[in-house]
């Protein structure tokens, strides 16, 4: 079987700055209004392409993780194809350095590497912006803000409408990640979430500009709505503080905003992933 193409991604992680989630919806998802911001902690993912009269989907890198259904990555290169009649065999691997069920997104961001990676592999065969998000969406919600290449984003909807946010910080500041040992199923993280009452979003412009204003407002302002249902070990560890500090997504990873001389607040001896990192 003859090689014709490879290529190397890297898939980035995400931190939810603000994340505020609505009821449920009929369709059972929920509305989001969050502000994602990607970060500098990457799965490595290698791709190769093999000539073949039948359509092929190969991953390697995943054997130790037990998962409920089918991965993101064979599902993007799956809908990619079916939607550009490709069929040859593609070999995907993954080296996984974003832990899972953390609230880092490196799953949806797996998918949505795959997809874009796949728009470079066969040029030729490129479909529109408008149409890889439609399959990113098919794939989970946080898929379409990887599809994006702006550092922040605004995102609403089940996490299929994504507005970049053109900023740059004064300050390079650092971002330190600790997960605790035990993850967070998001499916049982939602239906925590829906057992309790929350209030309104906040105006989309009012949150804007929260956010343009830098890290000591996001600190007055922002929240993350699962952690009034999910117990952090990590978190129940702070009492006071001094920087910008919450959980991304369902969980269970807490992340805090450090600039160049903030010593972290975090207490990550016994933890299971601890991690400096930065804006991407």
């Not at 911001?37 to 190769?48: K, N, Q, T, V």
């Not at 995102?155 to 970049?164: A, D, H, I, T």
């Not at 500009?209 to 993350?224: C, D, E, L």
Request: hydrophobic content about 40%; some cysteine.
């Amino acid at each position: 079987m003859v090689k014709v193409n490879s290529i190397d991604v890297l898939a980035p992680a995400k931190t939810n700055l603000h994340l505020a989630v609505g009821p449920k919806r009929d369709d059972n998802f929920h509305d989001l209004q969050s502000i994602f911001a990607r970060i500098s902690l990457f799965d490595e993912i290698h791709i190769d392409i093999y000539e073949s009269d039948k359509r092929e989907i190969i991953l390697k890198g995943l054997e130790s993780i037990k998962l409920s259904s089918e991965d993101t990555m064979t599902k993007a290169a799956r809908l990619w194809s079916d939607k550009t009649n490709t069929y040859d065999k593609i070999v995907i691997s993954i080296k996984k350095n974003i832990p899972s069920e953390a609230g880092l997104g490196g799953g949806s961001s797996d998918g949505a590497s795959v997809l874009l990676a796949l728009q470079k592999l066969y040029p030729q065969k490129a479909i529109s912006f408008k149409e890889l998000e439609a399959i990113g969406s098919q794939i989970g919600s946080d898929v379409p803000f990887f599809l994006h290449e702006s550092t922040f984003a605004f995102v609403k909807g089940r996490g299929e409408f994504v507005s970049p946010i053109d900023m740059d910080l004064d300050v390079n500041y650092r971002i330190h990640l600790v997960k605790p040992v035990k993850g967070v199923s998001t499916k049982s993280a939602f239906s925590l979430l829906d057992k309790i009452e929350r209030p309104s979003f906040i105006n989309e412009s009012e949150l804007l500009a929260i956010f343009k204003k830098g890290v000591s407002a996001w600190k007055r302002h922002f929240f993350n709505d699962f952690e009034k249902v999910i117990k952090n070990d990590v978190l129940g560890r702070i009492k006071n503080a001094s920087n910008f500090l919450l959980m991304s997504g369902s969980g269970s990873t807490c992340f805090e905003i450090l600039d160049v001389f903030d010593k972290p607040s975090l207490i990550s001896s016994s933890d299971e992933f601890d991690y400096i990192t930065t804006f991407y």
